[in-house]
């Protein structure tokens, strides 16, 4: 699946037990709608791990920080893994700031197996 | 009227059609009546767009919400009779009970065709004689009046008419002119909503940020705010300065997330609730926790804010401070010599997650040196695919604060941002700066 506007791409991928989606460009209040819709598809509540891959996002602000908690809490209500990969220096910057990098499980790589 | 347009805009001729000039008349004043939304300027296009196919004279005048009839937009083949008239109707105001055609259609919301008019029936109708002349002056022959309907209001009238020798008006002149009144109201009562909802949007914007920051005894503060967005958008940072206890203060710069009225309100409620905490003595930690408690039990979506707070305290002759960080970029302090660092640790943005982990930390403020407090706007201030400020940038920024008074140094990293965003920010920008006074004021 791939969804775009302007400055967000989102690409969704299936691997057995686990989707991992993609983010590609900015996450901002324009953008953030898009991947809250795709978040709420069911197809990603049936899986057992769900896994956000930052590695390629620029820039988030906190329109899109409120996404990305929205699906961290998705994930826990459905009894589902969920991690990050790690994004841009200014994405990192803001995940410390929120104090989200104590919360939220950031991995590597999104391959990087979830126990 | 005989005639009557249709749902979809089309004209149902039952009798005379409305010709193809009228038709092209219409098509134009759609155009004109879709590009400004600011009432005067609509109401004077509309005026200039019946003359001289329509119209050598056409007068638009609008009743304001206690019944007078004030706004006046006049167009004439003869710029001077449009000024005279314009200059008449300011001395002498029609008067909405009067005989007037105009105040009669107002008042009755029904439009009223004068074929032929005598100075007779002029006179008969005249604010004073000084009106009477100048109709009779200026040969007034034949009108049409329309009423300008919105809303279910009569919003005021628009009036055509010719003068001297121009052919009268006739009955199927009615529906071109009531049809042109019609679309012209909406356009007219459009551009009040829109240019009231600004003004709502303004005072509410105004009424989320202090009027103005209290005197703190040695000690400079100043702030600078600038919303993102267009202008009916209300944003979502905040600042405010907080009397605390005796010799201190609570510095507070906050950002909700979001924009418009949701925003707005949770703007209002973070501000009010950091009051009420501080008034009751709360310790920053304790305040940003009572602010995330507050925030949680907003149902029935999460909302989200960050907050930083400073306590500044005088003892014995030196500045310390107290900084409580939730989610929130830690402020800059700057010494002298523009060197600027961090001061505070990360803490938990509030409202979404439990639980909170915010921590204080101290600090001195010296003599000579500012304390800045900032919002994500400034360090995120950029354009889509390009490196934005970023905090690097900002702190380069602070090296130019020794050097200017402090609303120089606020108003400088502000025109920085707005350069870096090329104009127009995709969020909105608020700082709070303290600067400590050199110890004996004497000696600034």
């Known amino acids: 699946v791939v969804l775009a506007d302007e400055h967000l791409q989102i690409d969704v991928r299936h691997e057995r037990d686990r989707v991992v989606v993609e983010l590609h460009g900015e996450l901002d209040l324009v953008s953030a709608p898009l991947l809250q819709a795709e978040i709420e598809n069911p197809e990603i509540d049936s899986t057992e791990v769900v896994v956000l891959d930052l590695q390629d996002l620029r820039f988030i602000d906190s329109a899109g920080l409120r996404v990305i908690l929205a699906t961290h809490e998705r994930s826990h209500q459905r009894g589902q893994a969920f991690a990050l990969s790690r994004g841009s220096a200014q994405v990192q910057r803001l995940l410390s700031v929120a104090g989200l990098d104590e919360h939220l499980r950031i991995i590597e790589s999104p391959d990087e197996l979830l126990v | ?444």
Request: net charge negative.
């Open chain 2, 1 to 444: 009227m005989s005639n009557q347009m249709t749902r979809d805009g089309t004209i149902d001729a039952k009798d005379q059609p409305v010709s193809d000039a009228g038709i092209g008349l219409l098509i134009e004043a759609g155009a004109v009546l879709a590009s400004s939304l600011d009432p005067t300027t609509t109401m004077g296009q509309v005026a200039h767009l019946t003359v001289p196919h329509l119209a050598d004279l056409c007068v638009i005048d609008l009743r304001d919400e206690e019944g007078s009839i004030r706004d006046v937009a006049v167009a004439a083949t003869d710029p001077s009779i449009a000024e005279n008239l314009a200059a008449l109707r300011a001395r002498h105001p029609l008067d909405p009970d009067g005989k007037h055609p105009v105040a009669r259609v107002i008042a009755r919301g029904e439009p009223m065709l004068l074929a032929e008019m005598t100075s007779m029936l002029l006179d008969s109708f005249a604010q004073g004689s000084e009106h009477a002349r100048f109709m009779i002056e200026n040969d007034y022959r034949s009108a049409v009046v329309a009423p300008l309907p919105a809303r279910g209001r009569t919003l005021g009238a628009l009036s055509v008419l010719r003068l001297g020798d121009s052919t009268p008006y006739r009955k199927n002149d009615l529906d071109l002119v009531c049809e042109l009144a019609r679309r012209a109201a909406l356009a007219i009562d459009n551009a009040r909503l829109y240019t009231e909802r600004t003004r709502i949007a303004h005072t509410l914007q105004q009424a989320l940020l202090p009027e103005s920051l209290p005197d703190v005894p040695t000690a400079e503060v100043e702030a600078r705010y600038c919303a993102a967005g267009e202008l009916n958008e209300v944003g979502g940072d905040f600042y405010d300065v907080l009397p605390y206890g005796l010799d201190s203060w609570m510095f507070v710069i906050g950002d909700v997330c979001g924009k418009g009225p949701r925003a707005a309100g949770v703007t209002a409620l973070a501000r009010h609730t950091l009051r009420a905490a501080a008034m009751c003595g709360q310790s920053p930690t304790d305040m940003l926790g009572t602010l995330h408690r507050a925030l949680r039990q907003q149902p029935p979506e999460a909302d989200m804010c960050t907050a930083c707070l400073v306590l500044m305290t005088r003892v014995n002759e030196r500045t310390l401070l107290t900084v409580a960080l939730a989610g929130h970029p830690p402020p800059l302090l700057i010494d002298p010599n523009g060197a600027a660092r961090q001061i505070g640790r990360h803490g938990t943005l509030l409202g979404v997650l439990d639980p909170i982990n915010i921590a204080e930390v101290q600090a001195e403020l010296g003599a000579g040196e500012t304390l800045l407090l900032y919002t994500d706007g400034v360090p995120d201030a950029g354009v889509a695919g390009d490196e934005p400020l970023g905090e690097s940038g900002l702190i380069e920024l602070c090296g130019r604060a020794p050097s200017l008074s402090l609303p120089g140094f606020l108003e400088h990293i502000e025109q920085v941002a707005l350069k870096c965003a090329q104009g127009t920010l995709r969020d909105d920008i608020a700082l709070l700066a303290v600067r400590a006074l050199n110890r004996t004021p004497s000696q600034r």
